[in-house]
């Protein structure tokens, strides 16, 4: 599901939510069962690929830049974990924007 408010904290009651964020359009889809699904969530609304990056969110809001889709050559990023240093703070940010605390 797209998020466009606050996240639901029941959401957040399994061992870890998968996530994918739109750094541009400042959005989150959460609880897809794959990182790649709340990507594709997020295209079908309107996302450019190269915005989205994956994420894991855990109950306690810790979050961990880990995913499959995080894999771009062409953005300097060659491993599941995201490396960049603005791209994970801004990441913070929007998740942040988005916690219910």
């Not at 061992?15 to 959005?27: G, N, Q, S, T």
């Not at 300097?76 to 924007?97: A, F, G, L, T, Y």
Request: charged content about 40%; aromatic content about 6%.
């Amino acid at each position: 599901m797209i998020i466009k408010d606050k996240i639901n904290k029941e959401i957040l009651e399994s061992p870890f939510a998968k996530a994918v964020v739109d750094i541009e359009r400042e959005l989150i889809s959460l609880g897809c069962d794959l990182h790649i699904d709340c990507a594709e969530e997020l295209i079908k609304d309107g996302s450019k690929d190269p915005d989205l990056w994956g994420l894991n969110i855990y109950p306690d809001w810790r979050i961990d830049f880990i995913s499959l889709i995080n894999i771009r050559p062409n953005r300097d990023n060659r491993s599941m974990e995201i490396k960049n240093e603005e791209i994970r703070r801004k990441i913070e940010e929007i998740v942040k924007k988005f916690s219910p605390n």
